[in-house]
């Protein structure tokens, strides 16, 4: 039998249960004695296994299996569920998705799963504890430093901003007294060119002297192998430091190989999983009655195409409105109001296609916000709401690593610990809102936390430490503006680096991912209470409404979304307050911006009135005016690129072909309010 023509439908299937999997054990995990559950956690597993050896995948079939044998055992009241066994079946879980991707990325889904399988073995014999203990004794603390995804994607990003990666293992003499003490000096000097991403033993273990004589770290620097090397010789009782540059293959290489055979005694985290998990719903959620749907699948590509050819559609739509106002045809125009009906309705549906709830990207959630929690040793309940709330399809696939970055920022720093929380009368277990909602034509995803909020004082300290505000001007900052260097490239508040935070890489990333889709976030803050991030994303990236306006000879188009009002003013309104032109507008002073002046276009002269068309904008809590020539109209456009030659244009970010053929820009207000 041609296995080829099924292995897409084995992918998707394998994605669903490995979905089921995670989100039911996750349910089991809160209420272990709850039966149901661990009857459609079997029938997932053996789903899988029978699918993934009908296909020869005999590594998914044999890992499964040894699953069921522990669930059989548990659905029939003879084996009681414990945090080891959850782990194993986590783990196995991890496994299972690790080798399903490697069959999406071509290969062969093999993997060595013989660690993982010794136990579940050893759960089903009863031999499990004295198994686990001896896991533990022949576990080596210099083991192959591993990479989670997250720190992955974090080294990937810096080497595509100008930064070297590099893996350096550190000898110390042997006859070294504190080798705590000379390891700090070497992670003191490496801080201080750099950021260490990594470090095996992890920083806790290196403190406690409990590593051998050497240690290794993935470290990001601009300066060169010659020059880190001699950083670190510097320091005195320093044997060597082998230092290797890594590159984007040979990253990818070692995080691959990485996961093929993780470490069972430790929790994988894996921060771009696709799998779903069950966790605390709001309040006003209520469960829905299982319906039947009626779906099918269909390539991501081929919805590209499909609005690709509609978004020609619409600008020959245009082109026709206008050619039919020239000739001025009853039959025609009758024609030509009729299919604008019909592609409108078409558009809406074409547009619907390529909505995807929040929920596949918030289900990976629970089982991260799970292990990390773990690891920290913290209580922590993650609580889900609004998440079929919709998104375009390419929003959705580069939404979830900034989350990422958030949720472990708000439960790292956020969430205090299990003392501290008892301490100041909190309950011992932390929350963590991630809820999502429409409002106009954005969506809005806000991730909220009780914990112990932002230090404005240390923060502010921080910023002009490093030079990012000076003294004189930190004095007249507000609140707002204060938690925003907590974005700055490089800053971080924590007190010594771990393998989750303080580093100063992450929320830099949030910011530049955001704006690259065309939103934002802001920060609200309460000392002892809690923080919370609002980020706010466009609906779509394809097709938007847009006002049409002409500055001199030239047309452009600004996003509705961005537009407050328009008007029009006396020129004599307009006053110059230290050299900038500012209005008064609902009670406030906002700034003006001449479009003719910014965007370098030749004025008529004769066009000189004593009154001006405004555009009023806004970008968060800010507004600016902007003088423009003529209000032409609302109207949907079509968003292009400039291509690969028409980078980093100030204020521009796209273009629109008009029904008269001519190519509009398409203005950044955010661009310019900033």
Do not use: W
């Not at 399988?117 to 080596?140: F, H, M, W």
């Not at 970008?619 to 980093?648: N, S």
């Amino acid at each position: 039998m041609e296995m080829n023509q099924y292995l897409a439908m084995f992918i998707e299937e394998s994605k669903d249960h490995l979905q089921s999997l995670n989100e039911n054990l996750l349910k089991l995990e809160n209420k272990s004695d709850d039966i149901e559950v661990v009857q459609v956690i079997f029938r997932s597993a053996h789903t899988l296994k029978g699918m993934s050896a009908t296909m020869g995948y005999q590594d998914i079939a044999s890992l499964t299996h040894e699953m069921e044998n522990v669930l059989d055992l548990v659905r029939n009241n003879k084996l009681a569920m414990n945090g080891g066994i959850f782990d194993a079946l986590f783990k196995s879980t991890d496994y299972l998705e690790i080798m399903v991707q490697d069959i999406i990325d071509g290969g062969t889904g093999k993997a060595d799963v013989s660690s993982v399988v010794v136990v579940l073995q050893s759960i089903v014999s009863g031999d499990y504890k004295k198994q686990a203990g001896n896991e533990r004794n022949n576990s080596s603390i210099g083991q192959e430093m591993e990479l989670d995804e997250f720190q992955y994607s974090i080294l990937e990003q810096s080497l595509d901003t100008g930064f070297s990666v590099y893996y350096i293992k550190v000898s110390i003499r042997d006859d070294c007294v504190l080798k705590a003490a000379r390891a700090y000096m070497v992670f003191d000097v490496l801080e201080r060119h750099g950021e260490v991403v990594k470090s095996s033993p992890s920083v806790q273990e290196i403190e406690q002297e409990r590593f051998d004589k050497h240690f290794t770290v993935y470290y990001l620097s601009k300066q060169d192998e010659k020059e880190i090397n001699q950083l670190i010789v510097n320091v005195s009782e320093i044997d060597t430091a082998e230092i290797v540059s890594l590159d984007k293959e040979t990253l990818s290489q070692i995080i691959k190989k990485d996961y093929d055979s993780p470490d069972l005694n430790q929790p994988v985290i894996l921060a771009n999983q696709e799998v779903a998990a069950t966790t605390t719903q709001s309040p006003t959620t209520k469960a829905a009655p299982a319906t039947m749907n009626r779906t099918i699948r269909v390539d991501i590509e081929r919805l590209d195409v499909l609005m690709n050819l509609f978004s020609e559609l619409l600008i020959d739509r245009v082109r026709l409105e206008v050619l039919g106002e020239e000739i001025k045809r009853n039959d025609l125009s009758e024609t030509i109001e009729h299919m604008s009906r019909v592609s409108s309705d078409l558009q809406n549906i074409v547009l619907k296609l390529r909505m995807v709830p929040v929920e596949s990207v918030f289900n990976r959630f629970p089982r991260m916000i799970r292990d990390l929690a773990k690891s920290l040793d913290k209580k922590v309940d993650l609580v889900l709401s609004g998440e079929d709330t919709e998104l375009d399809r390419t929003v959705i696939d580069e939404i979830g690593d900034p989350l990422v970055h958030l949720l472990r920022n708000s439960l790292d720093h956020g969430i205090e610990s299990t003392a501290d929380r008892i301490k100041a009368g909190k309950n011992e277990t932390g929350t963590i809102n991630l809820r999502a909602f429409h409002s106009g034509n954005h969506v809005f995803i806000e991730i909220e936390d009780d914990g112990r909020g932002i230090n404005r004082d240390k923060v502010l300290q921080i910023a002009i430490k490093n030079n990012i505000v000076s003294p004189e001007r930190a004095q007249t900052l507000t609140d707002e503006e204060i938690y925003r260097f907590l974005f700055a490239p490089g800053f971080s508040t924590a007190d010594k680096i771990s393998d989750i935070s303080g580093r100063g890489v992450g929320l830099d990333v949030v910011t530049t991912r955001i704006s690259t889709l065309g939103g934002h976030v802001n920060i609200e803050s309460k000392p002892g209470l809690g923080t919370k991030f609002s980020v706010q994303l466009p609906l779509t990236l394809s097709i938007i409404g847009a006002m049409l306006i002409r500055v001199s000879e030239e047309k452009y188009a600004i996003p509705l979304s961005s537009i407050v009002e328009t008007a029009i003013i006396e020129k004599s309104r307009i006053r110059k307050v230290h050299g900038k032109m500012m209005i008064d507008f609902r009670n406030t002073v906002i700034p003006v911006i001449a479009l003719d002046d910014l965007l370098n276009c030749t004025r008529n002269e004769e066009e000189v009135k004593n009154e001006h068309e405004i555009v009023i904008v806004r970008k968060g809590d800010k507004l600016a005016a902007l003088i423009v020539d003529e209000l032409i109209g609302q109207q949907e456009i079509v968003l292009k690129t400039l291509g690969k030659y028409l980078t980093d244009l100030f204020a521009i970010s796209g273009a629109t072909i008009l029904g008269d053929g001519q190519v509009a820009l398409i203005l950044d207000t955010n661009a310019m309010i900033k």
